[in-house]
Nanobody, 121 residues
Framework: QVQLVESGGGLVQAGGSLRLSCAAS??????MGWFRQAPGKEREFVAAMRWSGDGTYYADSVKGRFTISINNAKNTVYLQMNSLKPEDTAVYYCAAKRLAVVLNPGAYDYWGQGTQVTVSS
């Protein structure tokens, strides 16, 4: 049974930092991604990388502020979020897929339950 379990969300002031974690189990994936969905908006790509560690991808809106990383020994993917802005407020989802990295959320096969990130101004 595939499981992706996120943790680390919360309330933070603008300019602050949070680190999200996603523990993966159940099968081998090639690509892990982070997405977010704000109220009334579509789910959007945030960051992705391969389990092999070669290649990271970021949305323009988070480039330079967010960092995706993987700990293979713990089967866990992280999203370090710095310099947070109120517009980063959303539910953040971890997702997994096989084969190539893509930015379209519809291409991901497995999803976590989501974790709320709220950035106050």
């Amino acid at each position: 049974q595939v499981q992706l379990v996120e943790s680390g969300g919360g309330l933070v002031q603008a300019g602050g930092s949070l680190r999200l974690s996603c523990a993966a189990s159940g099968r081998t994936f090639t690509t892990m991604g982070w997405f977010r969905q704000a109220p009334g908006k579509e789910r959007e790509f945030v960051a992705a990388m391969r389990w092999s560690g070669d290649g990271t991808y970021y949305a323009d809106s988070v480039k330079g502020r967010f960092t995706i990383s993987i700990n293979n020994a713990k089967n866990t993917v992280y999203l370090q979020m710095n310099s947070l802005k109120p517009e980063d407020t959303a539910v953040y989802y971890c997702a997994a897929k096989r084969l190539a990295v893509v930015l379209n959320p519809g291409a991901y096969d497995y999803w976590g339950q989501g974790t709320q990130v709220t950035v106050s101004s």
